[in-house]
């Protein structure tokens, strides 16, 4: 083997990968993914090593003893050093346990300064390692294996394990250049989606690359064919890892003329005005004269300046591809922060500026960038959202394992961050997964909004002799925010509000909601056209001028302090002059103004529909739409997306929609569409309408469809489908391959041989799942045993673990102990068996069911003094102690107040306790206001306020629910007042943009999807 890898490598530049088994397991193992990788012709140039080492449960005797993590750790070194000698490239592939002793290899070999040896590692993947540990059988684990010193280390929080993960993070994931003590390495982390061995939380642990693949803890790394998403992962990893090394025969000058509207030109050459900096307002008219219209201040060093050029000095030192991420709202000072640190720590390189999502792709399709090279990537949210936001975001994913030193210098908002960045739950879409993984790999530096400290008086200092600087100082809306005032936020925010222009504010407002609601970049002048007069009053409609279009675009374009405008010109990619009628929002505009829960007007709605047309938009739009109960729109927004080449997503969307509004005929055309190409979201949602229709065979047949594209639901919907249609033999057939690897799958077989009489074969499947500590299957095996008559069964099974120290296996059998004979608690709080009852157990710890506090809660003392007030018919006395205790959220002092303000005839006064959290988009507010309305006679203002707040949207307190809570109160508001048509029309077809209910819509017959 070692004369045919020698001979290999004197042939080839090859590739290693190195795998490491897990607990109680061997190479084999790993036999999966070698038959898959020795058939695939892609990874030809890949030669797999397996490392093995002695893992065991128990000693195996007195001469042999079980090797520690670092014993272990140096064998693989040794391994690295003899038979992966060879090869200059290689990645390190771990299972489980297997990637603690990959991290402790890793840790070893910086503590004895070998972080340069470490450079030919080109990747690390861990499947379903317990970085943080495993909990699984602990308390079994702790008596039965104490001895065993690679059980130790499993358990949480292990010390050892965690100072070796804090080395790895620092040295490692998060290092700029290789030393001797430091080496950059990506790591990849998956964890299980079924795994109840190494937990999500755990596999996760504390690294930024982190993902989900199907399987439990033992399937994640057995794929069946090479389309399985643990081998396509694993593949695409490795051949990112493979093509690091960029060509060393491409000059810059090629790389440049791939994007030749990249801009590409060294740093030294670049000014702040080509790379976005924000001109700043003038302090006189002779400065202004002198500059042109752009007037730059002078630049005051604030900390995470410093901290900025430091990231650059370590990335120029290094020969890696690193993404630096200044992250602060507009008008922050971001991109001066930028310029400022490339001109003085990296004047020397080249930069790459693409004006354009498709020039950014084009560029990225090369893999690498030239090193000392800057791309340079302003408000880089607007490069990432969006349809091809996941193909940008993939790039330079791509990008930042290539060979460098290169510079990713990008920028972005907090909430875009936001957006970005945070998981959604497991039962919604994933539309950013790969901008999630990029930009948490990414050195994020916080841009702060003002100044403070030494910095405020260094800017004082300048501003003696720079006018700009001195305006600002003098004129700022608060104090440290000169780099607002600077860039003419405050006034351009007064431009907008005290307009002098009626037509113009509207347009801007026009723009402004139209982002709120999700319309993409740019604004198309058709769009804002007909969507503005909707923000106007009849009587300033009637007396518009021909032009007053014109007049309002040139009211948003006119430039404020000569230096930013509401609406802004957008440039020509291929040369000069501006992008015909097309506009950007400003973005302080867009971030500054709170414009959340607002009414929108028709015209807006209706422009959309007419001029939108890209993807993502119209889907956010609909979504705006439907928490609207604008049904109508939200289905003519997604039919227009549908009609548009696409990845399927909006078939199943629009289908869910318009099956949730009854219309379910148009509802399966759209997605049995995206079923018949290929989409498992399609298959399922078109299986689920089948079975609504009684239609079996169909949706069993979608319903493996889906199973075999991957999704995995689907599996326990067809077993669950054959159960219903008491296909026994067909249900046993397809859950029994599965319960080997499947938790779920072993339950639902015991339960199916249980209903089928063969109790026996259930507690043979369930035993060997219960005795490891599955909580489910422990609970499933007693109930089945017990219910069997088969207590003594449960005692002869769970004793002997209980002995062992299982303290659940002991309360199990104490639980069952108590079923056949309830005690009831005896007046000492004791029952009859010796033990305390649930409410002496609490009361002997100090505690009672009601909350105690260890200092006074406000809130209940004005409770307890309104209630004394109240009973002595001193009403306004105990008013006035309620609102004392305001504001609070604290729901039954807020019910109490306003039910003692409505007993006193002071309905308005009632109405203003729950004011402001109606205001917010508080459902149950809202409800408490209603029902004062409807107490105090006043119904139609009632009505007039539930459609209103309909209109202004959702918030958080209700984005769990499937439809806006508002609408079922507008509902049984309809049918108490025996308009009971009116409610059935608004739950199918909801309102009107005008608040009214809607009329019966049917879509447009457009081309089939």
């Keep these: 083997m070692a004369e045919q890898l020698g001979e290999l490598m004197g042939k080839h530049d090859g590739f290693g990968v190195v795998f490491v088994h897990g607990f109680k397991s061997s190479p084999a193992m790993w036999d999966a993914f070698g038959c898959l990788m020795a058939s695939d012709t892609d990874l030809e140039a890949m030669t797999p090593m397996r490392f093995q080492y002695a893992t065991r449960l128990v000693q195996p005797g007195p001469l042999r003893r079980i090797p520690t993590f670092d014993t272990v750790a140096d064998s693989l070194k040794e391994f690295m050093d003899t038979e992966a000698q060879g090869f200059r490239r290689l990645a390190l592939v771990a299972h489980s346990q297997g990637g603690l002793v990959v991290q402790r290899f890793l840790a070893r070999m910086l503590t004895e300064g070998r972080g340069e040896e470490l450079k030919r590692i080109r990747r690390v993947v861990l499947f379903a390692c317990p970085n943080n540990g495993t909990q699984l059988g602990l308390t079994l684990r702790r008596w039965t294996l104490r001895a065993n010193p690679q059980e130790r280390q499993l358990r949480p929080l292990d010390e050892q394990i965690t100072d070796i993960q804090r080395t790895v993070l620092r040295d490692i994931v998060n290092a700029g250049v290789a030393t001797e003590r430091t080496c950059p390495i990506p790591f990849s982390v998956y964890a299980g989606e079924t795994d109840n061995v190494v937990t999500p939380a755990s596999a996760r642990g504390v690294f930024p690359d982190a993902g989900v693949l199907p399987g439990d803890h033992f399937t994640i790394v057995r794929p069946d064919t090479t389309r399985h998403r643990s081998y396509t992962t694993l593949k695409r990893l490795l051949l990112a890892a493979a093509d690091t090394d960029p060509p060393t025969d491409i000059p810059i000058s090629q790389t440049i003329s791939v994007a030749s509207r990249s801009g590409a030109l060294s740093v030294e050459e670049c000014a702040p005005e080509r790379l976005g900096v924000h001109p700043a307002i003038t302090g006189d008219a002779r400065e202004l004269e002198e500059t042109g219209h752009y007037v730059l201040p002078a630049f005051v060093a604030r900390p995470h300046d410093h901290v900025t050029r430091r990231h650059f000095t370590e990335i120029a030192a290094g020969a890696g591809v690193e993404l630096v991420l200044l992250r602060g709202g507009s008008c922050t000072g971001k991109t001066r922060t930028a310029y400022e640190a490339i001109k003085d720590q990296l004047a020397d390189w080249q930069?790459?500026?693409?004006?354009?999502?498709?020039?950014?792709?084009?560029?990225?399709?090369?893999?690498?960038?030239?090193?000392?090279?800057?791309?340079?990537?302003?408000?880089?949210?607007?490069?990432?959202?969006?349809?091809?936001?996941?193909?940008?975001?993939?790039?330079l994913r791509g990008l930042l394992d290539s060979r460098g030193p290169v510079v990713i210098l990008a920028t972005i908002w907090p909430g875009p961050h936001r957006s970005l960045t945070d998981t959604p739950p497991a039962t919604r879409p994933d539309p950013h997964r790969q901008a999630r993984t990029l930009l948490r790999r990414a050195r994020l530096i916080q841009v702060p909004d003002t100044f403070t400290g030494l910095a405020l008086t260094k800017l004082r200092q300048e501003a003696l002799t720079d006018a700009s600087l001195a305006k600002a100082l003098a004129t700022a809306y608060e104090?440290?925010?000169?780099?607002?005032?600077?860039?003419?936020?405050?006034?351009?925010?007064?431009?907008?509000?005290?307009?002098?222009?009626?037509?113009?504010?509207?347009?801007?407002?026009?723009?402004i909601d139209a982002r709120r609601l999700g319309h993409g970049l740019p604004l198309s002048a058709a769009l804002l056209r007909?969507?503005?007069?909707?923000?106007?009053?009849?009587?300033?409609?009637?007396?518009?001028?021909?032009?007053?279009?014109?007049?309002?675009?040139?009211?948003?374009?006119?430039?404020?302090?000569?230096?930013?405008?509401?609406?802004?010109?957008?440039?020509?990619?291929?040369?000069?002059?501006?992008?015909?009628?097309?506009?950007?929002?400003?973005?302080?505009?867009?971030?500054?103004?709170e414009?959340?829960?607002?009414?929108?007007?028709?015209?807006?709605?209706?422009?959309?529909?007419?001029?939108?047309?890209?993807?993502?938009?119209?889907?956010?739009?609909?979504?705006?739409?439907?928490?609207?109960?604008?049904?109508?729109?939200?289905?003519?927004?997604?039919?227009?997306?549908?009609?548009?080449?696409?990845?399927?997503?909006?078939?199943?969307?629009?289908?869910?929609?318009?099956?949730?509004?009854?219309?379910?005929?148009?509802?399966?055309?759209?997605?049995?569409?995206?079923?018949?190409?290929?989409?498992?979201?399609?298959?399922?949602?078109?299986?689920?309408?089948?079975?609504?229709?009684g239609d079996v065979e169909a949706a069993l047949h979608w319903q493996r469809q889906a199973w075999s594209a991957g999704n995995e639901r689907a599996f326990f919907s067809v077993y669950w489908l054959l159960v219903e249609s008491e296909r026994w033999d067909e249900a046993e057939a397809w859950i029994r391959?599965?319960?080997?690897?499947?938790?779920?799958?072993?339950?639902?077989?015991?339960?199916?041989?249980?209903?089928?009489?063969?109790?026996?074969?259930?507690?043979?499947?369930?035993?060997?799942?219960?005795r490891d500590d599955a909580y489910r299957c422990r609970r499933d095996l007693i109930n089945l045993l017990y219910e069997a008559g088969k207590a003594d069964r449960i005692h002869s099974l769970f004793a002997p673990l209980a002995a062992a120290g299982d303290d659940n296996a002991r309360e199990w059998l104490d639980a069952v102990r108590t079923w056949d004979s309830p005690s009831p608690a005896t007046s000492d709080g004791v029952s009859d068996t010796g033990r305390p009852s649930p409410n002496a157990y609490v009361a002997q710890r100090g505690m009672t069911f009601e909350w105690a506090h260890s200092k006074p809660d406000p809130r209940t003392e004005a409770m307890a003094e309104a209630a004394r007030a109240e009973a002595a018919g001193n009403l306004d006395e105990a008013v006035g102690a309620l609102r004392a205790a305001l504001p609070t959220q604290h729901w039954p002092l807020l019910q109490h107040l306003s039910g003692l303000l409505e007993r006193q005839n002071q309905d308005e006064d009632a109405l203003g306790v729950w004011r402001d959290l109606v205001e917010a988009g508080n459902p149950a507010a809202l409800t408490e206001s209603v029902h004062i309305l409807e107490r105090a006679g006043r119904g139609d203002e009632a009505e007039t306020l539930i459609r209103r707040e309909l209109l202004r949207g959702r918030s958080d307190a209700d984005s769990w629910t499937t439809e806006p809570p508002a609408l079922a109160l507008l509902a049984e508001r309809l049918t108490t007042t025996d308009r009971q048509a009116e409610a059935q029309l608004l739950q199918t077809y909801g309102l009107r943009p005008d608040g009214t209910t809607a009329a019966s819509w049917q879509l447009p017959t457009w081309p089939s999807p």
């Design 595 to 693: 414009r959340n829960r607002f009414l929108v007007p028709t015209s807006l709605w209706d422009s959309a529909v007419a001029h939108e047309t890209e993807p993502q938009a119209l889907r956010a739009l609909a979504e705006n739409a439907k928490d609207r109960a604008l049904y109508q729109h939200a289905a003519l927004l997604l039919h227009s997306s549908v009609q548009k080449p696409g990845d399927f997503d909006d078939h199943v969307v629009l289908g869910d929609l318009l099956h949730d509004l009854g219309m379910r005929d148009q509802a399966v055309r759209y997605t049995a569409a995206a079923a018949t190409a290929g989409k498992a979201d399609g298959m399922v949602a078109t299986a689920l309408m089948a079975q609504e229709n």
């Design 479 to 511: 104090p440290g925010s000169i780099c607002q005032t600077l860039a003419a936020g405050p006034d351009l925010l007064d431009h907008w509000r005290h307009a002098t222009n009626v037509y113009g504010k509207a347009l801007i407002t026009a723009a």
């Design 737 to 770: 391959p599965k319960a080997g690897e499947w938790i779920d799958a072993a339950r639902s077989l015991a339960q199916l041989l249980t209903t089928r009489g063969r109790q026996e074969e259930a507690e043979e499947i369930l035993w060997p799942l219960a």
């Design 530 to 593: 007909d969507a503005t007069p909707g923000y106007l009053s009849p009587t300033q409609r009637a007396h518009a001028d021909d032009d007053w279009f014109e007049q309002a675009i040139a009211y948003a374009l006119h430039p404020v302090m000569q230096v930013t405008s509401a609406l802004n010109l957008i440039p020509s990619p291929g040369g000069m002059g501006a992008v015909p009628d097309v506009y950007d929002l400003a973005d302080y505009l867009e971030q500054t103004v």
């Design 351 to 395: 930069l790459l500026q693409p004006r354009t999502r498709p020039d950014l792709i084009t560029l990225l399709e090369r893999h690498h960038l030239p090193p000392r090279t800057v791309l340079w990537l302003d408000d880089v949210h607007q490069f990432l959202e969006g349809a091809e936001g996941e193909t940008v975001a993939a790039g």
